[in-house]
């Protein structure tokens, strides 16, 4: 039912208006004659205060005020994949037939996020007179080459059985039912959701299975569980973008959600053009067939920042309610936060820390709990999980600002950019000091049973060999490294290589810019034979001038390029190489 | 021309730059009135409505206006500029309006200056190299056609001649048309405007370009304008007349300066160091009107200039802008305190496109690595002159005192050029020469093709 108001005030972002007749708390609004969405954000005394997702310049007072009724909701269902949408889930590629996409962005534009147009194929997996859950999986609609969207009983209703369904080979569209249920219901090819609301699960799991990102720092050094949340905090220029696309890239989710949260418009544009060629190494398919795109750049308007990750939290929970490990990734948090400011200081809210209102930490957490790994409702056994990644860009660099702290708070993993990583180019500049990961202990036995105990003692080698590195960089700033032992120059020689043919990873570079894990697990083992060995021919009397003209670390860089394969037998020839080389001037000196 | 218009006379209070006025009826935001007293007219926009009460900005400021012989008149419309042809070869002010006073001929189109968001679905990846003829800014943080690229500098540091540089020597290898100038002048001084103009006019740029200029001396709220005026009339030349356009911006510290002004009037809630908290968020529908378009020719690359107070870095405008634009050059006291120019310190700049717009084709093959053995060994080279301060030099090994050899060629050979114009072979050359200080071991991102070149050279100089 709608009801109507009048604007009264306008400022920014939000007006207020006059209302006729009682409204909700965050339905829904339709401002001006040109009917700009809002939403409702604070009722006082007759007056609504509505946040408008669009520029309101030129809006008078007076105008009328539409309000629907309903939530801000997004339409679920096929054709979600490969898209972009802006912040409140309108498509933005859409066109009329023959026409192209407007260039900018006009206010006020109108269309459904998923194509009415379209038809897909549907294949049921369920028969007349069964019984079935909300959550089940009725029938599939394949997209792209090789995706099939699972087509559920939306959560919420009762169980019942099938009373028809539509038969094998259909061609229908979204807006089509595809089946009937003896309650009367009527499934759809999509179903609408309350994006501020989570989609219900049956239980939530522990983090006990890895996520795969094909980094070796992350893996092998900070990982994260399926259904974990990641915080990727730095200032600008350190690479934030650039980590947060290599794992949108190599990662083993089997969907990402991508939210471009008020940051730059030609990352998107890079996304669009880059990951339709990539091909997915885990499935063999375009990457873009995987990907959901939210864009919500630094220039468009604010309030659709804020609504953004609730739109792209809801997209992820569909996929994981298909029993899909999802990867939602949102650059950035600190973007968002700052809509949240804006808005709160045009309602005149008291500010609290930094200006950020006092409700920030807890719609963090709103957003944060919805994620994790969960057994799904429905009849059958399944499991779902969300995985999060979320950049912060704090001001100045300075870690203990409101948002980098509040995300702290509720994730398990801290990769931390380094400035002065960044600034010798050193990427991914996550700095292996400050960064921690709290899945580690649960993801052990995991990757004992895969990997073996070698993965523990690779990741142990080279824990050490980096910690004894920095103690050794700071006894040079007092002695000089002319002062240091043979063994002493020798390791903080080891660390370099480690530094540089491990830690960092080239994400231009095809060779380099994926690293599957038992590649990563031979990689530190290469590492740790050349150290024992170098350490070994060191105390047999080999000076460590002549191990620096072997040119090591570029024999290292030229290896870390051998495919999986081959690393194997590769790396340990090229090992034994230097073995005889060193054993040559052993007798030599 | 309406014949009738709506208007106040009851101007209740005048607050900094900012009027308000009661028994307005159907304000909208962003409306343009026109404020009409004995003394003449000025003009305004309105921020705020609250009932029949709107805060409006004044343009001209609101020095000797009387609340009691003003009346404001609401035209219903918002600031538009008017854009043409007739405009290259003009200077403007604030508003798009001749600063000489002669009104421009002929328009083709009048456009709000607010412009609209860029459909992120429908750019293009900037991805063509330009030769800014500047060694540092070519080969080690390549400036790309549709890149934002800021230069951050201090107080007495040469950002204007640097920026007068890349606008006179800026050129796409293989495209013989130069670039469409716009200039922005946001609170200049009459001195440095003087500069640009000079300069502008020495290369014939002048003729072929577009002036904005707001002096120090000129009307601070018309600084907000500024900026959005050069980038309408930028847009309409990129975007429906295929130019390359160039929009050298500056100074985005004073912009920022004058819309905390406005909002210490209204009483906005101040963010960090007393600036509005929504200054990001105004800052990036400045930058983020630069790019290409998928399916056009033309493009706009944009060069603000941010001075930095104190040579701070994390100061509230050098730190957003930081993250919003697609890069920084920062400028270095301490190299400019040396002598060398320009002052760039390749090691805080950045370049985040320069990867769409070199390699093999565009600049040469092996750019990356070669950009990235210079930065590692530079970055080495500081450390190592940081330790010898400590330890001096008996305590450094044979392999840190070539580092320290290297630092100091690639200062003077490399980063001073002086007003030189190199070609980007020209730029590879000089790096190849700081190389071959160093021993083969330690090039060990450098290709292989390189590393022979390399090796020739130090021979030659043995």
């Given amino acids: 039912m709608s009801s109507y108001g009048q604007i009264k005030s306008l400022a920014g972002t939000v007006i207020r208006a006059i209302l006729s007749q009682p409204v909700t708390n965050f339905e829904v609004a339709r401002v001006g004659e040109e009917r700009l969405l809002g939403e409702v954000i604070r009722i006082e005394k007759g007056e609504a205060d509505i946040q408008v997702y669009e520029d309101i310049d030129g809006v008078h007072v007076g105008e009328p005020v539409e309000f629907t009724g309903e939530l801000l909701g997004i339409d679920l269902g096929p054709g979600l994949l490969g898209n972009v949408f802006d912040g409140i889930g309108r498509p933005l590629a859409f066109a009329e037939p023959g026409e192209t996409p407007p260039v900018f962005l006009k206010r006020g534009f109108y269309a459904k996020s998923l194509e009415p147009r379209s038809k897909w194929v549907f294949k049921p997996n369920r028969s007349v007179s069964e019984e079935v859950f909300p959550g089940d999986i009725i029938g599939t609609v394949r997209e792209g080459l090789g995706f099939d969207h699972a087509v559920m009983i939306p959560p919420g209703m009762p169980s019942s059985r099938i009373r028809s369904i539509i038969p094998d080979g259909s061609m229908v569209s979204v807006e089509k039912a595809v089946c009937e249920l003896e309650s009367g219901d009527v499934i759809f090819l999509s179903q609408r959701w309350q994006v501020r609301t989570p989609r219900p699960v049956r239980e939530k799991l522990p983090f006990t299975e890895p996520f795969i990102t094909g980094q070796r720092i992350l893996d092998t050094m900070f990982p994260v569980a399926l259904g974990g949340a990641a915080v990727v905090p730095g200032g600008f220029g350190t690479g934030k973008t650039v980590t947060q696309q290599s794992l949108a890239k190599w990662c083993n989710a089997e969907i990402v959600v991508y939210i471009g949260c008020g940051e730059r418009g030609n990352e998107m544009t890079e996304v669009l053009e880059e990951f339709p060629r990539i091909i997915d190494p885990h499935t063999g398919r375009p990457l873009m067939e995987r990907m959901v795109l939210i864009a919500n750049t630094s220039n468009m308007p604010v309030a659709a920042r804020e609504a953004s990750i609730y739109l792209g939290m809801t997209i992820a929970e569909y996929f994981r309610d298909m029993g899909l490990n999802v990867a939602l990734m949102a650059d950035s948090t600190s973007r968002w936060a700052e809509a949240l400011r804006e808005i709160s200081g045009r309602l005149g809210e008291m500010p609290g820390e930094d200006g950020y209102p006092a409700y920030l930490g807890s719609r963090l957490a709103q957003y944060y709990e919805r994620a994790g790994r969960a057994l799904l409702n429905g009849k059958l056994r399944r499991t779902g999980s969300i995985t999060i990644f979320n950049t912060v860009s704090p001001g100045g660099g300075d870690f203990s600002e409101p948002v980098t702290q509040s995300s702290l708070r509720l994730s398990g993993a801290f990769w931390a950019l380094d400035k002065r990583l960044a600034e010798s180019r050193h990427f991914p500049s996550i700095n292996w000091k400050k960064s921690y990961s709290l899945y580690e202990n649960g993801l052990r036995p995991v990757f004992l049973q895969n990997l073996g105990p070698q993965w523990q003692k690779g990741v142990a080698f080279l824990r050490e060999l980096l910690d004894r590195e920095s103690e050794l960089l700071s006894l040079v700033q007092i002695v000089g490294r002319d002062a240091l032992s043979e063994q002493d120059k020798w390791d903080l020689e080891m660390g370099e290589i480690v530094r540089i043919s491990f830690l960092q990873q080239n994400a231009f570079d095809p060779q380099d810019a994926f690293c599957p894990l038992e590649k990563q697990m031979l990689f530190a083992k290469t590492l740790m034979d050349l150290h024992i060995l170098v350490s070994k021919e060191i105390e047999n009397g080999v000076l460590h001038y002549q191990v620096q003209r072997l040119g090591l670390l570029r024999g290292m860089l030229s290896i870390r390029k051998v495919p999986e394969k081959e690393f194997l037998t590769e790396s340990s020839k090229w090992v034994e190489k230097v073995g005889r080389s060193l054993i040559d001037m052993e007798a030599f000196s | ?462």
């Fill in chain 2, 1 to 462: 021309m309406k014949l009738y218009r709506e208007g106040s006379r009851l101007v209740q209070g005048i607050s900094g730059p900012l009027i308000f006025v009661a028994n307005a009826r159907n304000a909208a935001l962003g409306e343009v009135v026109t404020i009409e007293t004995k003394k003449g007219t000025r003009t305004g926009q309105v921020l705020q409505v609250d009932g029949d009460v709107c805060a409006i900005q004044v343009f001209e400021g609101t020095l000797g206006l009387n609340p009691g012989d003003s009346t404001v008149w609401f035209e219903r419309d918002v600031v538009k500029v008017r854009l043409g042809q007739a405009l290259i070869g003009q200077v403007l002010d604030g508003r798009g309006l001749p600063r000489n006073g002669t009104p421009i001929p002929c328009f083709e189109q009048e456009l709000p200056i607010s412009g609209s968001p860029l459909n992120p679905a429908m750019r293009s990846s900037p991805n063509a190299f330009i030769e800014t003829g500047i060694s540092s800014i070519d080969l080690l943080n390549t400036l790309v056609r549709g890149q934002k690229l800021p230069i951050f500098s201090g107080a007495g540091l040469p950002a204007n001649e640097i920026a007068a540089q890349i606008v006179r020597q800026a050129r796409v290898p293989g495209n013989p048309d130069t670039f469409l100038v716009v200039f922005a002048a946001i609170g200049i001084t009459e001195r440095e405007a003087r500069f640009f103009l000079d300069s502008f006019e020495e290369t014939g740029a002048r003729f072929h370009g577009i002036f904005i200029v707001n002096l120090a001396s000129d009307s601070a709220i018309e600084r907000l304008l500024t900026p959005r005026t050069a980038l309408t009339i930028a847009e309409f030349f990129a975007f429906e007349k295929n130019f390359d356009v160039l929009v050298v911006m500056t100074d985005m510290l004073h912009y920022s300066e004058a819309l905390r002004e406005v909002s210490s009037a209204r009483e906005e809630a101040p963010g960090r160091r007393g600036f509005p908290g929504y200054l990001y968020s105004d800052l990036a529908s400045l930058y983020e009107r630069a790019g290409c378009i998928s399916g056009r020719k033309g493009s706009i690359t944009q060069i603000p200039i941010v001075s930095m107070p104190g040579d701070d870095m994390t100061h509230p405008v050098v730190d957003l802008s930081g993250y919003i634009t697609e890069g920084q050059i920062v400028l270095d006291r301490r190299m400019q305190a040396r002598g060398i120019y320009p002052p760039i310190n390749v090691l805080s700049s950045l370049s985040r496109l320069m990867n769409k717009g070199i390699g093999e084709g565009k600049t040469f093959a092996g750019h990356r690595p070669v950009a990235d053995q210079l930065f590692a060994s530079y970055a080495r080279s500081r450390e190592v002159s940081r330790l010898r301060l400590i330890i001096g030099d008996e305590g450094l090994t044979e392999t840190e005192s070539h580092y320290l050899k290297f630092g100091t060629v690639f200062e003077k050979i490399f980063l001073n050029q002086g007003f030189a114009s190199l070609t980007i072979e020209e730029s590879l050359i000089a790096a190849e020469k700081c190389l071959s200080v160093l021993p083969d071991e330690e090039l060990y991102r450098v290709p292989d093709d390189i590393l022979e070149e390399v090796g020739r050279l130090r021979s030659h100089d043995g």
